[in-house]
């Protein structure tokens, strides 16, 4: 079973400019992903997809290929992960590599564990599995989530459950966005990543952390510091 690592970075990022290669605790952030791959042992090869250069030259550095520059049209705000796999699958197709399945990891991903990445990897092994990914809980039961409405006033999702206790209510649990494995089939078929034919690897919390703000990026340093201690 052949894998491929496929990094999305593009350039353009606006709320946190240039986070795929901005400094984390040393290094840069896609550092993080790459070196992540490279230790885990399950690809044969781990290729960037960047519209930038010196995104390419700094993921070259840490070790990853960049055989190809990302077109501009999956480079912009509307370009999906979706997108952005298929392209560099066929790239990977038409150069003649070998692989069965793909793992998308996002370059903003620096509690990412090599023990996460072999897991997902494993449960590919299953005929009737096409993705698995990384996930983790919420905090909170989100049956008793609420809204704010046009009048700014409260109103609650799912009412009914405002009074059930929260032992009684499932657990529910989110895309953790650190990584993505899939077959190749998968992605050229189109298939949904959240379906019945999907396995989680499930983190916990105090290792999940989107980083999309620059808020988020202090919370994400704050959070590395503490694991660091």
Known sequence: MKSIAIIPARGGSKRIPRKNIKEFYGKPM???SIEAAKASGCFERIIVSTDDQEIADVARQYGAEVPFLRPDNI????????DVLQHAI???KNANWQFDNICCIYA???FIQVEDL????????NKDVMYAFS?????FPIQRAFYLNQQSQVEMFQP?????RSQDLPEAFHDAGQFYWCKVEAIE???????THSRPVILPRKRVQDIDTPEDWELAELLSAALRN
Do not use: V
Request: charged letters at 15%; one cysteine or more; aromatic letters at 14%.
């Open 90 to 92: 066929s790239w990977c």
């Open 108 to 110: 903003t991903a620096p």
């Open 189 to 195: 078929k189109e298939m949904p990543f959240f379906s």
């Open 160 to 164: 009914e459950h405002l009074n059930t």
């Open 75 to 82: 480079s912009d705000d509307h370009a999906t992960t979706m």
């Open 135 to 139: 996930a983790t809980s919420f905090p």
């Open 118 to 125: 072999q897991k997902g990897r494993n449960y590919l092994t």
């Open 30 to 32: 896609i550092a993080y």
